[in-house]
């Protein structure tokens, strides 16, 4: 069993910054990608920032300059600092990873895994 617990989120007014995290459990045998995706209410879920094993970052040209993506792998974690937020950034922020793991019956598996998301709110 494999999981993404997500923490932090929550409101602020624009122009603040805030930190989301997001943490991979289970069993697990290798992280690769890991990224932050978000959906407003009526919009699509869109790639915020995404970052691989060896640490190479990708981010959206909405949030490059202003969004910081960043992991540890000894713990398993993705980090998303958030700053100069607009009213715009408003969403749900999920997690996702790609994970390679093993259970009873099977070893080695690749699947991608979501987080439950977090909600961040921007007030202008």
């Known amino acids: 069993q494999v999981q993404l617990v997500e923490s932090g989120g929550g409101l602020v007014q624009a122009g603040g910054s805030l930190s989301v995290s997001c943490t991979a459990s289970g069993s697990i045998l290798r992280i690769n990608d890991m990224g932050w995706y978000r959906q407003a209410p009526g919009k699509q879920r869109e790639l915020v920032a995404s970052i691989s094993s060896g640490g190479s970052t990708n981010y959206s040209d909405s949030v490059k300059g202003r969004f910081t993506i960043s992991r540890d792998n000894a713990k398993k974690t993705v980090y998303l600092q958030m700053n100069s937020l607009k009213p715009e950034d408003t969403a749900v922020y999920l997690c996702?990873?790609?994970?390679?793991?093993?259970?009873?019956?099977?070893?080695?598996?690749?699947?991608?895994?979501w987080g439950q998301g977090t909600q961040v709110t921007v007030s202008s």
């Open positions: 996702n990873a790609e994970i390679k793991y093993y259970s009873s019956t099977i070893y080695g598996k690749t699947s991608d895994y």
